[in-house]
């Protein structure tokens, strides 16, 4: 019998709300982040080339222009490759496109477009239920991705609240993939992304200010952010238009494509490294070791790793979420990894560690933790420049993420 539990719930629930003003246009002009992050002078030094990026959703039609040649469709274990390349919702197809997208035919253009995607289609309550039946459930879709070559596994999904699904995740992270997840958007914290070893992920909009929509879901277990409101998604399955939307889904599918660029410029660093990196470098005005209550150690920044030829990314079998994750499987992880690594000369064809650390669910009946003064997360802005460039990687000024008050400690998870 499948258990409806395990269903990845509502895809509209994990982030593919559209904005209320919603208009069809070309994706590429509706991405107001791409020139501030730099992509051109990141891509300079890498694209995303060499990574796969295992994208768990309601499918990935291979077909749309910025997705040709993109997607690796037949990498997909027959025993959960259901029409994998059929999207029923066009949620996937859009997360897809945010990571990799090549921006051909006015499509969306990916932070890695060097970068492959590996679709992985599991069941939501969107489906009929006869292809509900056919379709994978999440645990399956991921356990099949972690035994797979994708580094990254991206999950813009929610539900995941099985002792099986959990189990998979666990999985995941002990064969070193980086699990990347969004918090949710409906008050309620989704499962994976309050998971031990799962790097979740809210939004914020064109202020670099956390959505509300994710503020009501984070309580805690946003580890990074990333823009997640107006931007564009194809507006249904239909594949005709883009329209802009809101929602951590978006927000999660760029913290991948970030991670791809990193781990292409890197391969040879562990899934600790590179999620380290992610921390380090990431846009905040708050000390490091008070990450916030809605926006985790801050917004999102590869640009900073990428430009920096001396970049220290620290020890590759030390988990850098180890307090959080409860556990060791991460740097066991990483140990084996970096062991691998040196015994093929950090050969960029060898598959480097890739999993990842973050968000633990709290005990039942509990949310323990520490806070500042205030309810979020927010520092004023340099004199010198705005709010937009530090969120951004300029130097020289703080970034604005929250509605006001100090900078608010997450709640710390047990195990």
């Not at 309601?58 to 259901?82: C, F, R």
């Not at 999985?171 to 958007?185: F, Q, R």
């Not at 004199?383 to 020289?396: C, F, K, P, Q, R």
Request: charged letters at 20%.
């Amino acid at each position: 019998m499948r258990t409806t539990g395990a269903i990845v719930g509502t895809l509209a629930a994990a982030g593919m709300g559209l904005a209320p003003n919603a208009t069809a246009a070309d994706g590429e002009p509706q991405q107001w982040y791409l020139e501030p992050m730099h992509i051109e002078q990141m891509w300079k030094t890498s694209t995303g080339k060499g990574v796969k990026v295992a994208v768990i959703d309601s499918g990935v039609n291979a077909n749309t222009p910025s997705l040709k040649g993109q997607v690796l469709g037949d990498e997909v274990p027959k025993s959960v490759a259901y029409r994998a390349t059929v999207d029923y919702s066009g949620h996937g197809t859009s997360m897809a496109e945010l990571i990799a997208g090549t921006g051909e035919g006015g499509g969306i253009r990916g932070l890695a477009p060097g970068a492959k995607i590996v679709p992985y289609r599991v069941e939501t309550f969107d489906q009929s239920n006869a292809d509900r039946e056919k379709t994978p459930q999440t645990y399956q879709a991921l356990r099949a991705a972690a035994d797979s070559n994708a580094k990254i596994i991206n999950m813009s999904i929610g539900g995941m609240n099985s002792d099986e699904d959990k189990a998979a995740v666990k999985y995941a992270a002990s064969k070193g993939k980086l699990l990347i997840a969004s918090v949710g958007n409906d008050g309620v914290p989704n499962a994976p992304a309050i998971l031990p070893y799962v790097v979740g992920v809210g939004a914020v909009d064109s202020s670099y200010e956390v959505t509300e929509f994710a503020k009501k879901s984070s309580h805690g277990f946003a580890d990074l952010v990333a823009p997640g409101k107006d931007v564009p998604t194809w507006c249904d399955e239909k594949f005709r238009s883009y329209c802009k939307s809101a929602g951590t889904s978006q927000a999660a599918a760029l913290v991948s494509a970030s991670a791809a660029l990193i781990w292409s410029a890197h391969p040879d660093w562990t899934v600790n490294q590179v999620t380290r990196a992610l921390l380090d470098t990431a846009g905040r005005g708050w000390p490091k070791d008070e990450p916030s209550k809605y926006a985790g150690y801050g917004m999102v920044r590869p640009r900073v790793v990428l430009a920096d030829s001396d970049y220290d990314a620290g020890a590759p079998d030390v988990d850098p979420l180890a307090k959080i994750n409860g556990g060791d499987v991460l740097a066991k992880a990483g140990a084996r990894d970096a062991s691998d690594s040196d015994a093929a000369d950090h050969s960029s064809s060898v598959p480097s560690a890739s999993a990842s650390a973050a968000s633990q669910a709290p005990e039942k009946g509990s949310v323990d933790g520490t806070s500042a003064a205030g309810s979020h997360a927010e520092v004023a802005a340099d004199t010198n420049d705005s709010t937009l460039w530090i969120a951004l990687g300029a130097a020289g000024a703080v970034i604005v993420i929250g509605g006001g008050g100090a900078a608010v400690l997450r709640a710390r998870r047990a195990r």
